[in-house]
């Protein structure tokens, strides 16, 4: 939800212009924007609070040379006399089978024994790939088998996933000169001092949520081990809280681009932003305006695949502007 991978195109043609070597891409969710400034040599430090981002990151961007290999992967396959059966407990028929939840509960635990941490977050990341598309529509918002339609990704195996998700992570990794890095923070309280910074928040809008949470809980909860969250046991889905943001709502909207701006004036300020996102396009504008001299706002025809608003007001209104505001002093 929310990738910026079809337009990036569109955000490269933008961002090659300018002066910068670090960058900081503070909301990084799937990860492309990351990759992109990666693949554009840039010193990268990819951010998310959300732990299946980092992992992500951690192995495509920071990641410069580590692969999961043949062997690696026989290990991770082996049966483990010390894996728990959280999932197979706890999920029992709400996504997948109990042989599924079997494969996910012992897999996981052969990849929390794993000493290389790279390596592991490929894993992680992998594994979280191999269940959202196993998932019809990759949600994790209802459970049951609606929607199955045969789809080819879902009559592959969970396993047969696993190992395609790896060959996809290992194939991505490149190293590029730089020493790119991924953290999982807040990034309000990520230290300032980069050429460049690239926010893409969740954007508060009338026509949908924000929750990235109630989609994707199952894979988050999966690459924590459900570590540090609370289950909401009255929920038919199991998902956990998500974690708070200033982003969640558009009473602190304005006040989180604020201390976002100000905390990270030293840098040309880049910011995502949709014709459906509150603030509207001159407010937002105008408030960077207030911390950088020179604003600039591209803009570009969007349309959503992905996310609940689709259904629910028409195909229509799934097409949006995105815009790319640049504010520098220059
Ligand atoms: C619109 S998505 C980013 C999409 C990304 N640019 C891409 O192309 O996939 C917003 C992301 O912000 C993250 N997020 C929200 N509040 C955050 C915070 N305070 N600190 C760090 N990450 C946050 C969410 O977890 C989510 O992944």
Redesign the pocket.
Known sequence: M????TILPFLYRHLAPLPFRTVLD????????SYLLKAMDKQVTS????RF?YCTAEAAVANSRVRVSVRDMTALMRPNPNADDFITRTFEGLYFTTAENQFLDNVTANIRAMTDTRKQALAYAAIARACLRKRPRGLFTYTGDRYLDGRPDLVLSLEDHFVKAVDVFNAAVFANGQQCRALNQ???EIEPGYDLVYF???YVSALSDND?IRRYHFVEGLTRYWEGVEILEHTMTKKFKRYP?P?DSRRTVIEAFERLFERFQGSIIAVSWSSNGIPSRDELAELLGQYKANVVVHEVDHRYSSGTHAHAVGANQNRVQEYLFIGSDT
Do not use: I, L, R
């Open positions: 929310g990738s910026k991978y503070g909301f990084s969710g799937s990860g492309a924007v951010n998310d609070f959300m981002s807040d990034t309000f893409d928040p969740p990235y943001s982003f």
